[in-house]
């Protein structure tokens, strides 16, 4: 009796385990081998052989390059390395006498100095000697060598050098746009090169430098045409450009998205608010204008000509004030508004450019270092 039922109760759970697993869907079959060999190729693809290769290229491969003579360039203008050795040895080796490159041994240096004989690391503040006696395309293999071993970075890799030229194409500038030497030159290529204007300077544009001398930018200052001549660091006269200086008037005004605050309920309203906190001056506690608006020029883009102004309904509670910060070597607009919050109240400051003009509402609330 009891075998019986066992046998009966076997057969039940059998049958029932057929109809569970007999016909399974068809997004459950899977065939093992097709699955393996799936798995192995996945396997493999996630080895590479150029794991390791530490050149990442810049001027290298791409329509860019050097302009011809001698030249000290940085890393980021020529070749940048992801996983330099301090105690490597680098070669660049090109395949005309035209052209010659190699490490500059005073930033070989001052890296080793400054992080250990044997440091490895993401690194492009190398420089490099150049000298490109003519214009051409070159071919250059750059080889590693590191405990013995000598392995390709790169092979044959493509480097452009041109002639340097002026442009020979007019070039258009606006009055609020400061423009880059560099597209005063022919060709887009890495190096160093001498401004000067010899028509039209200082009343038309000008030359602003930086700290440490190096030309950083033109700036267009009225309407008309200048000249500038270019030559290389070794004195080489490289042509003169021509630049004519348009006004870009302002055709519109708008508050920024910015522009906006949230009052003690939590109410979204239009405007900006100002903490003024009763121990401090309120020019400690000033908030620069210019993330509250946005200018539309007539021409091109957002940087116009025409002066920006800004008033205070109620200087009591909230002052402007404007930061002349064009000092030689700085590229920012002289046009630096502050608004100084005096008082808790509210006020509405009134920004005006050319014949546009928009309102900016503004709370001022008032606190201490014990609330």
Known sequence: MKSAYLKKLAAGVLVAAMAVTAVPAVSQLVNPTVTAQAAKKKKKAKKTKNAKVAYLGSAFDQDYGVFVGKQILGGGELAVFSNYKASGKYTFTTNSKDLSIKLDNSSVKMLKDSFGKDWT?????????????????????????????????????????????????ECTAFIGNYISPSTLLSSSAAGDYNYEVVEGADTVLSVITKDDGAYASLKP????????????????????????VMANHCAKIELSDEAYYYDDDDNQKPGISITRYS???????????????VLYGKVEDCNVSDPVTITSSNP???????????????????????AAPQSAGDAVLTISCGSQSVQLPVHVKVVSDDD
Request: aromatic share 10%.
């Open 316 to 338: 009591a509670v909230v002052s402007v004030s404007q930061t002349d910060s064009d000092e030689e070597g700085d590229e920012e607009s002289s046009d630096s508004w502050y």
């Open 279 to 293: 121990d401090e001056t309120a020019e400690e506690d000033s908030v620069y204008l210019s993330d509250y608006y």
């Open 121 to 169: 690391r993401n690194n492009d503040y190398l420089s490099y000697d150049v000298t490109a006696k003519k214009p051409g395309t070159y071919k250059v293999t750059i080889k590693e060598k590191y405990k013995g071993k000598t392995r390709t970075l790169k092979k044959n890799a493509k480097l452009y050098v041109y002639e340097p030229e002026a442009e020979s194409e």
């Open 221 to 244: 200052i009225a309407e008309g045409q200048a000249k500038v001549k270019i030559t290389d660091l070794y004195g080489k006269d490289c042509g003169t450009a021509t630049v004519t």
